[in-house]
């Protein structure tokens, strides 16, 4: 059921891993593939938990694990907790899996002991803020008050771009062997792509299509979701018209239409895409930095234009 | 919180690293604290999630991880239902920060890469099969159909057994430098030894008094454990007058008094009772083979005796 709920994705995690190390001159094809394995291994992990702790039996209309091992409970005749449970059950098992997985794949790369010693730094550390932010995203959501674009900003950081750019192209250039200061300016770069995709996922979950996204553009706004358009919303005039629909579980198109229309009079869609355009532009600015090579540079540059062009 | 819940325990994993360690002549206190360390974590992290599994707030009378974080959020004024939610998505967190933590302490232990590979693979190897183990337990509790006395002693070994005593020992053995013949007898006797001590615990689950136990006689009862004593009785002809008593969750106390003279009439408690004896005796066998120096064997053989004194 792992193997089924890791395949098929787009294998982001392990791109960024190849991208820093290509464009550092990495040859070792077997040492990246199971660096980015593990990559991806733990992002599978950190969303078979999320949906345990979001109480989700599906990802992007497919059952996922819990919805799978439910299914088939389901099926044999147990009732409908019962089969939830066992849904439930059988995902905190396979999210500790795949998380034992993604070190024990790391730990088998054969490279030098300095550096696979870093590479597990890497990883660890983004294990162990990624928990955080999870953490703080269930604390948010429980909380009445509205929190802050910074909050947001620290929360959607932490729980996922870490995970998904800042960590993998640092390990992309720790395996490639390149100097301290590459290594940090790769991440850096990450740290700022990774905020500006996780305020266009934002956006998108509002203003985006649905064929283009996969999902509702009704969820975020119907489970109420801590963003930075409602972060951004919250501060303004106009919160009052909106606050009513925020959470709303049966919002209908219309009541969207019209919160959709709010968020941009009041501000908060602009606010959001000066941001994602801000932190893109720290990032560019970043591959403006003495170390890092042209080869680097016109590696990582598109990066940042996929991002862009997610919401434009 | 983590911390807290790991405090205090009987440092049960340790012990049998050490106990295999130091009978094998090894002599590095920093090198067996880190590796009984991991075990230790180990077992935070499987005892954390599987409180999440069986949905519990409290373990042995105290607030777990769970139950912390939902008393700090009721405290605060959450709805129950909110900080329940809260609690259960720590507790998700914490299992995953506690299992990284068992991988990342084996790694950071100074031994021979050789050596370090053979531990790593000892704890993956205990964490694979605990996780099957806890599975086969959901599976085995979710189905109208009592098991067969193999099914949990299967499936008893598989969740407990081998990550609380036949891995542990086998890793004070290999980092010891044992040969693999020790290695592996020292595995053999742990797991007959884990047996023995899973179906003590079914016994005086039912058996047992709340002063030695520290949790209710009458838990296992009332959730319809399945436990060997259970899987017994089953195929008695005295099932028809224990069945209905079994997972009753208001069962009083002279109810459970009619289901022990049951379990002891039917010949469920003396047939568990040579199980552990049968098990004890295999184990005793193990230490009589050539590979064991006497130093080890009078190193283990006290392990047994503990575990049969539990019952007597």
């Not at 300095?114 to 928990?131: N, P, Y």
Request: charged residues 25%; hydrophobic residues 45%; negative net charge.
């Amino acid at each position: 059921m792992l193997e089924r709920n890791s395949a098929g994705g787009k294998r982001f995690r392990p791109r960024m891993v190849f991208t820093a190390y290509d464009a550092l001159g990495g040859d070792d094809d077997d040492a990246v593939a199971g660096v980015g394995a593990a990559f991806e291994l733990l992002h599978t992990a950190l969303i078979v938990h999320d949906d345990v702790i979001d109480r989700d039996f599906s990802r992007r209309g497919i059952p996922n694990v819990s919805g799978s091992y439910r299914d088939t409970a389901t099926t044999a005749g147990l009732s409908t907790p019962a089969a939830e449970h066992r849904g439930m059950s059988a995902a905190v098992i396979a999210g500790d899996l795949a998380l034992t997985g993604a070190s024990r794949l790391l730990m088998q790369v054969r490279c030098g002991g300095g550096v696979q010693a870093r590479l597990l730094d890497i990883l660890d550390e983004a294990i162990f803020v990624s928990a955080g932010g999870e953490m703080v995203d269930v604390e948010l959501s429980l909380s009445p008050e509205v929190p802050t674009v910074d909050e947001i900003l620290d929360m959607e950081r932490a729980k996922t771009a870490v995970y998904s750019f800042e960590a993998p192209l640092q390990a992309g250039a720790v395996l490639a062997g390149a100097p301290e200061a590459v290594v940090q300016a790769v991440g850096e770069f990450g740290r700022e792509v990774g905020v500006a995709y996780q305020v266009v996922d934002d956006l998108l979950g509002v203003f985006g299509t649905e064929e283009s996204t996969g999902k509702t553009t009704l969820g975020d706004l119907r489970e109420g979701k801590r963003t930075v358009l409602i972060a951004h919303a919250a501060t303004t005039d106009e919160w009052f018209a909106i606050q009513p629909f925020i959470g709303k579980a049966d919002l209908s198109v219309d009541e969207a239409a019209h919160v959709r229309a709010r968020l941009e009079s009041c501000g908060a869609r602009s606010f959001a895409e000066s941001l994602v355009e801000q932190h893109a532009r720290r990032a560019l600015d970043v591959l403006d930095g003495p170390e890092v090579t042209d080869t680097l540079r016109a590696a990582l540059s598109p990066l940042v234009a996929t991002v862009l062009e997610r919401v434009r």
